[in-house]
């Protein structure tokens, strides 16, 4: 089992829903994040005054799947969160010791499935 953690940009995530969703994910959790990578945040203007943006709002999407679909999985968080520029996110895979389904008490493969 893994942990696919993908940080991409809020208006990509439903494309990145429905594409995960085909690829064969069975569930996620979604978070509304604020962060920065290289680009280092932004510089706007409102109302003539130029000011600072450090942390730009993200979306966090978190997805425990079997170990035998997590590249389908990640080739679609890929391909649905390009848009080809600076800021469009980063994903992490992480090895996932146990899970449990906490109304059945499945364990492992069974409670994420």
Avoid: C
């Avoid at 280092?40 to 979306?59: I, N, S």
């Avoid at 978190?62 to 994903?91: F, H, L, R, W, Y």
Wanted: zero cysteines.
């Amino acid at each position: 089992m893994k942990m696919i953690i993908a940080i991409i940009k809020p208006s990509r995530l439903d494309a990145v829903l429905d594409a995960v969703t085909e690829a064969g994910a069975s569930g996620m959790t979604v978070t509304e994040v604020r962060g920065y990578g290289r680009q280092r945040g932004k510089t706007e203007v409102y109302r003539g005054a130029e000011y600072e943006v450090k942390l730009l709002p993200k979306v966090k999407i978190e997805i425990a799947a079997a170990t035998d679909t997590v590249e389908k999985i990640v080739e679609a968080i890929t391909q649905s969160a390009n848009t080809g520029k600076i800021g469009d996110g980063k994903v992490f895979v992480l090895d996932l010791e146990q899970a449990l389904r906490i109304r059945t008490g499945d364990r492992d493969g069974a409670a994420i499935g």
